[in-house]
């Protein structure tokens, strides 16, 4: 069985890979993988708010002891709050219990190295790989087994770290933010990171009970958000999604900017401060050509890599580029963090909005996107594009298109699904394209 996927292990919870015994294996099989040298090695584990958190969380600690890692167990915190605790922490690994943006059915394992990025595929290869063989023989010794204890200020770590990214210069006052936590990971210090600079916080989404967690709320649902701003005559609005590694941001109309239009006011911020390296920024496939055409009329390019954050992580450390991000909110500022962070993205936006001294719906959208659809289709067995209808029915709809837009078709790597997106000048035609595939994919998938 294939344990990691396009962002580490994530499955229903209670069945395979997402039970306790596999948890627990990965933290016997990770720990082994990192404990390199005799110093005494240590592991951060956070989690978001789902109710099977409770069952993943000690399973994952039992293994780390077993392996000779001290485990420090931090709660529910934002992803990148553990990507920031284990450099700050000076450990050697970093897990983070949850699975995004997915309902709380599902549950996941992010796995940090102690630079604080995701680990290579090389890394996860050697630790799945360990699971499957069921060979322990690195395990440790009985007088050198790790303890596990927990860290109380570690949502006060994170909160200053989040601060100290807003520039000193500004302040929140007078600025009334309505913040959606998705009833998830940040639904603490998202609000205390925003009050304690000085904002009117108008919560919603705070209030998780294990399964709540993006139900009806959150980046992945933000209509509650959009509403609330326009009801609380706000300046803007910002939503995370379980884990706070995504955002979306709404103007004080209620329109939403998705990951691409905080791309742009995020690169123009920087690129007009002088702080923006490399005459570029990374995005993923999936990113609106508009975005593209709008980067070059200020003399930037757009480095496209496959989707998934890792990729564009990737690419901004080979690059040096500082910018980086996804359609869906996931927005990697490596100044300050080395993977997404839905806080402090949205603190760039608002430092924006204050130096526009506009409302956001004057100076927020930057691009006109081009028309862009995007259908998911879900399928059990075999992947339905290795079917040659469907090949073929992609194949007439590229040609179709040709160079008037892009057609992008790829399965999921955390659930079963067929993502079909087309883009181009007629949103009617690519409307009848996408409805095309998705039929084909769709009948594929029943027969197989």
């Given amino acids: 069985m294939k344990l990691f996927g396009t962002d580490g292990i994530r499955g229903t919870a209670n069945t395979p ?19 390199r040298g ?77 630079d604080g990025f995701k680990l290579s595929d090389e890394v996860e290869a050697t630790i799945e790989k360990t699971v499957q063989s069921n060979t322990f023989d690195k395990l440790a010794a009985p007088e050198k087994l790790g303890r596990a204890k927990r860290l109380d200020d570690a949502q006060g770590r994170y909160i200053e770290f989040a601060k100290s990214t807003f520039p000193k210069r500004l302040t929140l006052e007078g600025i009334k933010v309505v913040v959606d936590c998705a009833n998830g990971a940040a639904y603490h210090v998202a609000p205390m990171i925003l009050r304690e600079l000085g904002a009117e916080v108008v919560s919603v989404g705070i209030n998780p009970d294990g399964t709540n967690i993006n139900d009806h709320c959150g980046s992945t649902a933000p209509q509650m958000m959009c509403k609330t701003v326009v009801r609380e005559k706000a300046h803007l609005g910002i939503a995370l999604d379980g884990d706070a590694d995504r955002v979306l941001v709404c103007d004080e109309k209620g329109k939403l ?152 078709i790829r399965e999921s790597g955390t659930e079963p699904l067929v993502r079909v997106m087309a883009e181009g000048e007629s949103e009617k035609e690519i409307t009848i394209l996408v409805e095309a595939i998705c039929e084909s994919v769709r009948k594929a998938a029943s027969a197989s």
């Fill in 38 to 114: 005799s110093h005494r090695h240590r592991v951060v584990i956070a989690k978001d708010t789902r109710l099977s958190g409770y069952m993943i969380e000690p399973a994952l600690t039992s293994g780390f002891i077993a392996s000779g890692m001290d485990v420090i167990l931090v709660g529910p915190m934002p992803t990148p709050a553990v990507a920031m605790l284990v450099r700050s922490l000076r450990a050697d690994l970093g897990v983070m219990i949850s699975a995004s943006h997915n309902e709380y059915r599902y549950n996941g394992i992010k796995l940090f190295g102690p």
């Fill in 17 to 35: 890979p997402m039970t306790v015994d596999i948890a627990l294996k990965v933290g016997m099989a990770a720990g082994c993988e990192f404990m």
């Fill in 257 to 408: 900017l998705d990951g691409d239009q905080l791309l742009a006011i995020i690169a123009t911020k920087w690129q007009r401060a002088g702080n923006l390296r490399g005459k570029s920024i990374v995005a993923t496939q999936m990113s609106n050509l508009g975005l593209e055409h709008y980067l070059a009329t200020i003399g930037l390019s757009l480095d496209r890599t496959k989707v998934g954050d890792r990729h564009v992580v990737e690419s901004m450390r080979k690059h040096g580029f500082n910018i980086g991000g996804e359609q869906s909110g996931h927005i990697i500022l490596s100044d300050y963090n080395t993977t997404g962070d839905g806080i402090i993205a949205g603190l760039q936006v608002l430092a924006y909005l204050i130096d526009c001294n506009k409302p956001l719906s004057e100076c927020g959208k930057l691009f006109k996107p081009l028309p862009q659809l995007l259908r998911n289709v879900p399928y059990k067995g075999a992947s339905p594009l290795s079917n040659a209808k469907v090949k073929q029915v992609i194949a007439d709809a590229g040609i179709s298109l040709g160079k008037k837009g892009r057609l992008f």
